[in-house]
């Protein structure tokens, strides 16, 4: 197939998962065509069947707000005609799923139905999507769209509670590269980072509101109490200064490295003990899927789409959203009981394997098959 994915360029959860389908369909020997304003941060190396499509604007005084929509749109129907697309793949609704509407609705005009599937990912539905200033149009586009996707039950049934939906939405849930993400023989990096043996934990976020970073300090500042630990932070955003504020209050700076905006997770995951996740909402948690590939157990929120990863009293353990003395004594449980983690770290490796990425790209491949078929030969 001819697929175009259109997707966010930078460091989040639905860009990540767009790229490395998108890397997957390729290896597998489908065309894929990235379309986005930048080149999306995971798609670094030249592949084989992978053409980048950039989104420019053409700038003018008047605009005070480039219209983005717009450009992309136009892109669209572009690149749909020239690289003769079989389908367009948008990932996160707002404004791809509304962008694809109308391009979909112009080369329509001129004899050409080209099929759109999007996918939701989460806070393009609990939190910007069902906000006034974005709702009809999310839920108009959700309704337009040929096939529509959900990366976990939990965001499908969310959906359903905040808008108006007419179409099927199938759940695909976001999957993980195993040879990528494995436990790797780190022990000189444990050595630097933790020269004393101590536990190191870690958690990776784009430090949004949503994240709720002040409970990964505040839970971290309750561990270290009672148990030598090292805390990663890894990732960077508005929460940032906030957390660098808490752990001087709290007095446990020495103990914590912000490590900023990392490439290889990986590596820093190989070292770590337990992955913390206490976030308001999360509709998949594709970090804590990352953090488990490693064999890294995972101590969370009992929010959103987590609990369909992390198993409780299995993979790790799920705590109320700002439950931080529960996250803690449940990390301490693990930390404290040497048998009892190497039991939670097979757990997770076993439970990341049902999100095995060659179990899931088929699931796609079936999907775009079935769209193409439904658009090509509408149902009487
Ligand atoms: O978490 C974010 O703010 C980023 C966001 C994104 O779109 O990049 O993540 C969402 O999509 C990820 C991939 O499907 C999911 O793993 C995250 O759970 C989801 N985030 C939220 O629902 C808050």
């Given at each position: 197939m001819n697929i175009g994915i259109v997707c966010y360029p930078t460091y989040g959860g639905s860009g990540v998962v767009a790229t490395e389908l998108g890397k997957a369909l390729a290896m597998k020997g489908h065309s894929v065509h990235f379309i986005s304003y930048k080149q999306p941060f995971r798609l670094v190396q030249f592949l084989e069947n992978i053409t980048f499509h950039e989104v420019s604007f053409t700038n003018y005084p008047l605009f005070e707000f480039p219209p983005y929509e717009t450009a992309l749109a136009s892109k669209l129907v572009d690149t749909v005609k020239f690289s003769k697309l079989d389908l367009i793949h948008v990932h996160y609704a707002i404004p791809h799923a509304s962008a694809a509407f109308l391009a979909k609705s112009i080369l329509k005009s001129q004899g050409i139905d080209i099929p759109v599937v999007t996918t939701l990912h989460g806070t393009d539905i609990t939190l910007v999507g069902k906000d006034v200033t974005y709702a009809p149009v999310v839920q108009f586009s959700i309704n337009q769209s040929d096939g529509v996707t959900a990366v976990s039950q939990s965001l499908k049934e969310e959906t359903h509670n905040l808008f108006d939906i007419d179409n099927e939405i199938k759940v695909i849930p976001n999957f993980i590269d195993l040879d990528a993400f494995r436990k790797l023989d780190k022990g000189h990096f444990k050595k630097a980072i933790a020269p004393n043996n101590e536990a190191i934990l870690v958690h990776i976020s784009n430090?949004?509101?949503?994240?709720r970073i002040e409970d990964v300090i505040t839970t971290f500042s309750k561990i270290v109490k009672k148990h030598p630990s090292k805390l990663l932070l890894i990732g960077d955003g508005p929460e940032r200064k906030k957390a660098e504020t808490m752990c001087r209050e709290l007095g446990t700076c020495d103990d914590v490295?912000?490590?900023?905006?990392?490439?290889?997770?990986g590596e820093l995951l190989a070292v770590s003990d337990l992955f913390l996740l206490p976030s308001e909402s999360e509709s998949f948690g594709l970090a804590a899927l990352e953090a488990m590939a490693c064999e890294v157990p995972v101590i969370s929120?009992?929010?959103?789409?987590i609990p369909e990863i992390n198993e409780h009293n299995k993979t790790g353990f799920l705590s109320e959203v700002g439950d931080t003395e529960s996250m803690a004594a449940n990390a301490l449980k693990l930390l404290k009981n040497p048998e009892m983690l190497t039991e939670f770290r097979k757990n997770a490796l076993a439970k990341a394997y049902t999100f095995d990425i060659k179990n899931i790209l088929p699931i796609y491949e079936g999907y775009y098959e079935e769209v193409i078929d439904k658009v090509k030969k509408p149902v009487a």
């Open positions: 430090f949004r509101k949503v994240k490295r912000f490590l900023g905006k990392q490439d290889a997770v929120s009992n929010a959103g789409g």
